[in-house]
Nanobody
Framework: QVQLVESGGGLVQAGGSLRLSCAAS????????MDWYRQAPGKQRELVAV???????NYADSVKGRFTISRDNAKNTVYLQMNSLKPEDTAVYYC?????????WGQGTQVTVSS
């Protein structure tokens, strides 16, 4: 059974940084895209960043230049480095992955940015 487990969330002041990690475990043959989403209270879940198996990345306009997504294929892990955090970045952050043709989601990790 494949699982995604996020870590690294927490409380940080505006302008600070956090690094989220998401590790995939279980029987895995191929991980295609790995993504980070977020959902703020009262808002729809939105795509933050995506990285495909070849390493190409894409970001939401709201985080371009501040967030960096990366992956360690040997560890089946995706990271989200978040710099220059703003209060509007406060949300539950979820990782998602296309593994062997199936979509999997992590349980989410809370990121709170105080002003």
């Amino acid at each position: 059974q494949v699982q995604l487990v996020e870590s690294g969330g927490g409380l940080v002041q505006a302008g600070g940084s956090l690094r989220l990690s998401c590790a995939a475990s279980g029987t895995i043959y191929v991980i295609n895209a790995m993504d980070w989403y977020r959902q703020a209270p009262g808002k729809q879940r939105e795509l933050v960043a995506v990285i495909i198996s070849g390493g190409s990345t894409n970001y939401a306009d709201s985080v371009k230049g501040r967030f960096t997504i990366s992956r360690d294929n040997a560890k089946n892990t995706v990271y989200l480095q978040m710099n220059s955090l703003k209060p509007e970045d406060t949300a539950v952050y979820y990782c998602a992955a296309d593994i062997d043709g199936y979509d999997y989601w992590g349980q989410g990790t809370q990121v709170t940015v105080s002003s």
